[in-house]
């Protein structure tokens, strides 16, 4: 069974730091996109930042210059470095992933049951 599990959320004063971390097991690691999403008021998920199986990176406007994704591949991990944290990055934040290239929520099959972020 697919599984995710995140970790390093926390409650953090405005300008502060946290990294998250996501650990994906139970399916091909490597071969996967992988994503972090946050619940904003609405009924979608926001798009955080979304790291594809060749590398490449996506930002969602909120994180632009201020959050890093990176992957680990060999430990079947995924890091979101977040820097500069803003009350409004208030959430929980979900890692989810997906074999198919897409930036919306809906179309990430697999997801773990999130981290929560409070800035103050």
């Known amino acids: 069974d697919v599984q995710l599990v995140e970790s390093g959320g926390g409650s953090v004063q405005a300008g502060g730091s946290l990294r998250l971390t996501c650990t994906g097991t139970g399916f091909t690691f490597d071969d996967a996109d992988v994503g972090w999403f946050r619940q904003v008021p609405g009924p979608e998920c926001e798009l955080v930042s979304v790291?594809?199986?060749?590398?490449?990176?996506v930002y969602g406007e909120s994180a632009k210059g201020r959050f890093t994704i990176s992957r680990d591949n060999a430990k079947n991990t995924v890091y979101l470095q977040m820097n500069s944290l803003k009350p409004e990055d208030t959430a929980m934040y979900y890692c989810?992933?997906?074999?198919?290239?897409?930036?919306?929520?809906?179309?990430?099959?697999?997801w773990g049951r999130g981290t929560q972020v409070t800035v103050s």
């Open positions: 790291v594809v199986s060749d590398g490449n990176i």
């Open positions: 989810a992933t997906s074999k198919l290239w897409s930036l919306e929520s809906s179309d990430f099959p697999y």
